[in-house]
């Protein structure tokens, strides 16, 4: 079992940052992928970033240039770095890891991004 908490969500202005933390516990050997997803009201969840463990990175268009994902596999975290956010950036993040083709799923945090 994986369990996951994020961190660093809140309130912000359009043009701020935020990084977002995802803390992992429990059995981390065998980690493919971790990433991170977004669901805002009355859409679909969507994914934002994924890192595999070698360290390639693959994100959504619509945030190439401004966010960046990372992990530290001695602290078994992973990051999401956001930068020049968006009103259309507000959702609940959640972090995801994919270990032996389970997946496991945080809580989520809110970003809300005013304009």
């Known amino acids: 079992q994986v369990q996951l908490v994020e961190s660093g969500g809140g309130l912000v202005q359009a043009g701020g940052s935020l990084r977002l933390s995802c803390a992992a516990s429990g059995s981390m050997f065998s980690i493919n992928t971790g990433g991170w997803y977004r669901q805002a009201a009355g859409k679909h969840r969507e994914m934002v970033a994924s890192?595999?463990?070698?360290?390639?990175?693959n994100y959504l268009d619509s945030v190439k240039g401004r966010f960046t994902i990372s992990r530290d596999i001695a602290k078994n975290m992973v990051y999401l770095q956001m930068n020049s956010l968006k009103p259309e950036d507000t959702a609940i993040y959640y972090c995801n890891l994919d270990r032996l083709g389970m997946d496991y799923w945080g809580k989520g945090t809110l970003v809300s991004v005013s304009s």
């Open positions: 890192i595999r463990w070698d360290g390639t990175t």
